[in-house]
């Protein structure tokens, strides 16, 4: 049985426990640094009005009124552009699709890679092959170990 | 008569300095400056938006309405013969667990195709056992080191299905990856590749464990929105499925470019293939645990884009083209983003020491509109995390601790690695051949 997930967080080196330790603790505190208004604007709401100086500080509740129908107006915008786009792609999906039908067959495979079929299909049933290249990256040789069936 | 003519020159330029000293005081430094904040703000705010509404249609539409859930492969009309391709490059450590787990498909006909890409270990060797052991296990040996792109080429012609399914040698696939990744070649001719869904293994540091959110939350959401949307910018290079039809009308992977999967993703729809994105085909890999392979893999795929939105740029005005021009133009304006953020944190670091301290400060204190952001940012990770629960459970009660890191630590990687990606792509010869990089592969201890 393989273990997909490797968690060995016991073999981090010194220097690597010391820096996540240190990034963890200034990103805590830009979160909460960030997230003051909104702290504020909680405590604020639940009736502790000496916070008003802060919130006016922050912009105002009148701005982040405005701030936040301006948020829902976009946010509805993009929705509404999305979703028509869903519908649009749903109900015109035959005219956006191509028609791709061609099957590549060896000797189109051939053709393309410079070697012969018989050599392709030699190297299909092999256990083994190897192949050498010119600088260019043109097959030059296609050397078979063992068949396979 | 020389200085006849010389005065009159300097005078000249005297003037010209003036007129361009008057131009530049006079020029609304401030209007642009603002401008430019705005952009730098609100430009991930929007997109954060655009990614999540995209991502939840993506769940309305196939996830949840389809009822498909992983762990169960699906029933399919019928089950053609796949090939799974595992180009490998000093693999001896892994090329045993990777391929003995791909023995364990639920899918009645497959073979797997090993390509030991002039590797300098013990590669060969291990893949050589494998194919004396295993029935389905072939083995093709390029004698030089040819590059991931060539290793790819080469088995596929040597591959005996039209369907391939291409693995890194170091990631473990999911025993119903395959069959829910054919599903969608099954009666939709018209799609060329399907993508996908890699978790990550390795998860005993907080880069590890940061990487899990990222790929849980961001990268998952914003491929779910691509597919709603109908284009993909990449196909996973560590879990990609393919049409070899459609490869071989495109005249597959490019040897010399260095993301050979985001090439080939353009390639295809520039064509006017269809790309799919499975998020049943579960692939598990091994990402970088330390900041130096971070960096170099990040500057990797940030030069892999710029190389690809430099190479397709002429091509983007056919008919097939068109629906690729919001890819490209969002990926082309988050590089313009990082580095008009790169110049405003210079220009601040240097009004913080010569100008005025206070102002610049004030720019950083809290205000409504941080606090947005930052919401903004929580919802999206739970957001894309609750979508995301299905596929690894309790994963995203685990990680979205995690995630908190993700703004402050990854963004200035990626707006570093951007810059440094564009500089390494603008200065790369064009021609030159996409070599394997040696990876950080995090902490296995095994």
């Known amino acids: 049985m393989i273990n997909k997930i490797i968690i060995t967080p016991h073999l981090q080196s010194r220097q690597q426990k010391i820096s996540?330790?240190?990034?963890?603790?200034?990103?805590?505190?830009?979160?909460?640094?960030?997230?003051?208004?909104?702290?504020?604007?909680?405590?604020?709401?639940?009736?502790?009005?000496?916070?008003?100086?802060?919130?006016?500080?922050?912009?105002?509740?009148?701005?982040?009124?405005?701030?936040?129908?301006?948020?829902?107006?976009?946010?509805?915008?993009?929705?509404?552009?999305?979703?028509?786009?869903?519908?649009?792609?749903?109900?015109?999906?035959?005219?956006?699709?191509?028609?791709?039908?061609?099957?590549?067959?060896?000797?189109?495979?051939?053709?393309?890679?410079?070697?012969?079929?018989?050599?392709?299909?030699?190297?299909?049933?092999?256990?083994?092959?190897?192949?050498?290249?010119?600088?260019?990256?043109?097959?030059?040789?296609?050397?078979?170990?063992?068949?396979?069936? | 008569m020389l200085q006849s003519q010389f005065y009159p020159f300097l005078q000249w330029l005297i003037d010209e300095w003036f007129i361009w000293q008057e131009w530049l005081e006079e020029a609304p430094w401030q209007t642009l400056g603002e401008w430019l904040s705005w952009f730098v703000f609100y430009y991930p705010l929007l997109m954060t938006y655009v990614w999540m509404i995209g991502g939840i249609l993506y769940f309305l539409r196939w996830e949840w309405r389809d009822n498909v859930f992983a762990g169960v492969s699906p029933s399919l009309s019928e089950y053609p013969p796949v090939s799974i391709l595992i180009p490998c490059f000093n693999e001896g450590e892994n090329a045993r667990e990777t391929i003995e787990q791909l023995l364990q498909q639920d899918y009645p006909h497959y073979e797997i195709i090993a390509i030991n890409d002039g590797s300098k270990d013990n590669t060969l060797v291990i893949l050589e056992e494998l194919a004396q052991q295993h029935e389905q296990v072939r083995v093709v040996?390029?004698?030089?080191?040819?590059?991931?792109?060539?290793?790819?080429?080469?088995?596929?012609?040597?591959?005996?299905?039209?369907?391939?399914?291409?693995?890194?040698?170091?990631?473990?696939?999911?025993?119903?990856?395959?069959?829910?990744?054919?599903?969608?070649?099954?009666?939709?001719?018209?799609?060329?590749?399907?993508?996908?869904?890699?978790?990550i293994r390795n998860r005993s540091t907080l880069l590890g464990r940061i990487q899990v959110g990222e790929f849980s939350a961001i990268v998952g959401m914003i491929k779910r929105a691509q597919r709603t949307y109908g284009r993909i910018f990449t196909i996973s290079g560590v879990i990609g499925a393919f049409r070899r039809s459609a490869l071989h009308d495109v005249g597959y992977w490019s040897p010399d470019m260095i993301t050979e999967d985001i090439d080939i993703s353009w390639k295809l729809q520039l064509a006017g293939w269809s790309i799919h994105f499975e998020t049943n085909a579960l692939c598990w890999v091994l990402m970088p645990e330390t900041l130096v392979g971070l960096w170099k893999q990040r500057s990797r795929w940030a030069q892999g884009g710029v190389e690809v939105l430099g190479r397709y740029f002429s091509q983007l005005f056919t008919r097939n083209a068109l629906r690729l021009w919001p890819l490209y133009l969002e990926c082309s304006i988050s590089l313009l983003w990082s580095f008009i953020v790169v110049l405003l944190i210079v220009l601040a670091s240097f009004q913080l020491l010569l100008d005025s301290p206070q102002e610049t400060l004030d720019d950083f204190s809290p205000h409504w509109t941080s606090m947005l952001l930052c919401v903004t940012c929580l919802f999206q990770f739970a957001v894309s995390l609750a979508i995301d629960a299905r596929y690894e459970q309790r994963a995203g009660q685990k990680y979205y601790y995690w995630m908190i890191w993700y703004p402050m630590v990854y963004w200035l990687i990626n707006i570093g690695t951007a810059v440094n990606g564009f500089v390494k792509a603008v200065r790369k010869k064009r021609g030159q051949r996409a070599v394997w990089v040696t990876v950080d592969r995090g902490i296995k201890g095994q």
Not at chain 1, 118 to 140: C, H, M, N
């Open chain 2, 141 to 199: 040996n390029l004698a030089s080191n040819q590059g991931k792109a060539m290793a790819l080429r080469t088995a596929a012609l040597l591959a005996n299905s039209e369907f391939l399914v291409c693995i890194d040698g170091d990631a473990l696939l999911d025993s119903q990856a395959v069959a829910w990744m054919i599903r969608h070649f099954i009666g939709h001719p018209h799609v060329g590749a399907v993508t996908g869904n890699p978790r």
């Open chain 1, 20 to 149: 996540a330790f240190c990034i963890a603790a200034i990103s805590w505190l830009l979160w909460l640094y960030f997230l003051l208004p909104l702290l504020t604007l909680a405590g604020w709401l639940l009736g502790f009005k000496h916070l008003s100086t802060e919130i006016r500080w922050f912009g105002g509740y009148k701005t982040l009124l405005e701030l936040l129908q301006m948020y829902g107006l976009i946010i509805v915008g993009i929705a509404l552009g999305w979703f028509l786009w869903t519908l649009f792609t749903s109900w015109w999906k035959p005219a956006l699709l191509p028609t791709h039908q061609v099957l590549v067959d060896d000797a189109g495979l051939c053709a393309v890679f410079q070697i012969g079929q018989e050599q392709l299909q030699q190297s299909r049933s092999a256990k083994l092959v190897t192949v050498g290249f010119d600088a260019a990256g043109q097959i030059t040789t296609m050397t078979t170990t063992q068949a396979s069936h």
